[in-house]
């Protein structure tokens, strides 16, 4: 059975058990206010529920289901082993405020085991875990009970600590105990003792392969504050590992998710991946053949996120989201080095990975020319300083020049010191970047939806200015000028857009006068809010990579006729009416990236 069978068998299970079929999240988060911690990308399957786990009702209803996209990079330096991947896919089905545990473990069972409808596993391989108790929440005998009613035996059923079977995302997050399925990757454990048990997942012997939360409670700064206004089920498993134990393999790059990345890798390398286990390498003392090998998974694994990362709007950059594509790319771009890819490798295992899911995530087949300039770009900005960087290394070079002039990711510099078996003052690091940062602070932790830093008055009045602008752009230069990033203080706006060349001194003064004649001609703006489908019709102006709800705001700028000379998805806030705004003035026209332009302007 494929990947692509496992999800959509997946999917199929629980439509016919009345569960609404929704699209995955992007992986770029929409922070909650107050409903958990906020993160760069999702990292859970769960996190896109998080108003709805906590009381908002679902505009498709109380049972869910989708395949969402995630994220991990909290252990990027591990990722070449057999365990450890960046980007994966999260199977998951919900229930809010509808069925819980019976139906939530009936129905994961029946997913793992059945032949006709599920995965078809065996249940003799199959061990369970349940919530052990605490002094706020009780022991979970109830999901006992029901496991044994499935016919699993009472002594393959083990009680765990909150460490293990108490989930949450983070420490103000909905919350609750879990139940988790264990598969015996090995075919030969047979029924074991709880000391067994737990050595041999801690040997990955056993894995985990699903689990079943019972969010029935919330968290306020880590405590429990009290039940969540209804009992939800959050029902994960990955498709990575789920894929892995499906097709009798011992790790995810050796099934259909990661092959033909790493066929490509050998083909264009030269080198062979091999068939046997990395023990056996290890027993062989091949310590050659098992660093190719971490070489080509690092490279099959960053590439393959980096695709997604960048189709979901994200750009590299020395901050937040963007940092930690750059970081992933560059990490790629070095090991690659490592087994003799040639530049522009990356561009190749990038097609492979948009063919291989195309059909899954459309979007990768849209953006395919967006993602492959950006690795493109990126990989070649990499190399006009990596391989003086490297000797700068060796000489012993300071990590802060490294990062400030050669581009390095300090975890890369950290990794390249292990491998040489040298230390990095990380301390002195953090200090000489704190003192670097100083001058350059960004208001970007209280950044508003829209690239807005607040809205007062001014930032308000740049806003519609900034609709405006975009407006004046593609009248000027053409509709080919999108939109790909933006921030707006009450001093300035600032918009980042897609464009070939240099703005001449005549383009500049036509934009400028196109803008201030709308402001003169006193035009309306009016907001809308329609059904998402309704609204991409119209074909309003919308943010790159971004994932909208059911209904949506779009703002208006009319003219006297009524027709509208912009309009583009926006959640506000502006200006009644253009004739608030004053005079408009570009300040700056510079150039950000190969093919992306910025504008700095203000109102006087």
Request: hydrophobic residues 35%; glycine residues 8%; aromatic residues 8%.
């Amino acid at each position: 059975m494929n990947s692509s069978e496992i999800r959509d068998r997946f999917l199929k299970f629980f439509e016919k058990r009345d569960h609404a079929l929704l699209p995955s999240a992007s992986l770029v988060t929409t922070t909650e206010a107050g409903a958990m911690d906020a993160t760069l990308f999702n990292t859970a399957g769960m996190q896109p529920f998080v108003p709805y786990l906590l009381g908002e009702p679902h505009p498709k209803g109380m049972r869910l289901v989708n395949v969402q996209k995630c994220l991990r990079t909290i252990d990027l330096s591990e990722v070449g082993d057999r365990t450890h991947n960046t980007f994966f896919e999260m199977l998951g089905n919900w229930s809010l405020g509808d069925y819980f545990k019976k139906e939530a473990i009936t129905w994961s069972y029946q997913f793992l085991t059945s032949k006709e409808e599920g995965l078809g596993l065996d249940v003799k391989r199959l061990y369970i875990t349940v919530f052990a108790g605490n002094e706020k929440v009780e022991r979970d005998n109830e999901s006992v009970e029901i496991w044994k009613s499935l016919g699993i035996p009472e002594h393959r059923i083990y009680y765990k600590s909150s460490k293990s079977n108490w989930w949450s995302a983070g420490l103000n997050s909905p919350a609750g105990p879990s139940t988790e399925m264990f598969y015996d990757i090995t075919g030969t454990l047979g029924d074991m003792s709880q000391e067994e048990f737990e050595k041999n997942e801690d040997e990955q012997k056993v894995v985990e392969i699903c689990n079943d939360v019972f969010m029935a409670y919330k968290l306020v700064n880590g405590e429990i504050t009290g039940e969540l206004p209804q009992k939800n089920i959050d029902t994960g498993a990955g498709l990575e590992r789920i894929t892995t134990m499906v097709q009798g393999k011992r790790d995810s790059y050796e099934t259909d998710l990661f092959l033909p990345i790493i066929n490509k890798i050998e083909e264009l390398s030269g080198l062979s991946y091999g068939d046997k286990a990395d023990e056996e390498y290890i027993q062989e003392g091949n310590q050659c053949f098992l660093d190719s090998r971490k070489q080509m998974r690092i490279v099959a694994d960053h590439i393959r996120t980096s695709v997604f990362i960048i189709s979901d709007g994200v750009t590299p950059s020395n901050t937040g989201r963007g940092y930690i594509l750059r970081r992933v790319l560059r990490r790629a771009v070095r090991h690659s080095d490592l087994i003799s890819l040639k530049q522009g490798t990356l561009l190749a295992l990038a097609h492979v990975v948009i063919e291989e899911y195309k059909d899954v995530y459309p979007e990768l087949l849209k953006n395919e020319d967006i993602i492959k300039k950006e690795i493109g770009d990126e990989e070649n900005k990499f190399r006009l300083t990596l391989e003086k960087g490297i000797k700068e290394f060796e000489k012993g070079e300071d990590p802060f020049v490294l990062f400030t002039t050669y581009g390095f990711p300090i975890e890369l510099i950290v990794e390249l010191a292990k491998e040489k078996g040298r230390v990095v003052d990380l301390d002195d690091f953090n200090n000489k970047m704190e003192e670097h940062q100083k001058l350059s602070k960004t208001a970007s932790a209280g950044m508003f939806k829209g690239g807005l830093v607040n809205n007062n008055e001014k930032t308000v009045k740049l806003h519609t200015a900034h609709h405006l602008l975009l407006a004046g752009l593609k009248a000027v230069l053409g509709k080919e000028v999108k939109q790909r990033g933006s921030n707006i203080t009450e001093e300035r706006l600032r918009m980042d857009f897609i464009c070939d060349h240099k703005l001449t001194d005549e383009e500049k003064k036509k934009v400028e006068e196109w803008v201030n004649s709308r402001i003169l001609e006193k035009l309306n703006v009016v907001r809308k809010e329609m059904p998402l489908s309704e609204a991409e019709k119209l074909g309003a102006e919308m943010e790159f990579g971004a994932k909208y709800p059911e209904i949506v705001s779009l703002y208006y700028i009319l003219d006297k006729n009524g027709n509208a000379i912009s309009k583009e998805f926006c959640g506000g806030p502006h200006v009644v009416n253009t004739s608030e705004l004053g005079n408009f003035k570009i300040q700056k026209e510079e150039a950000v990236a190969a093919g992306v332009r910025r504008i700095k302007a203000i109102l006087v």
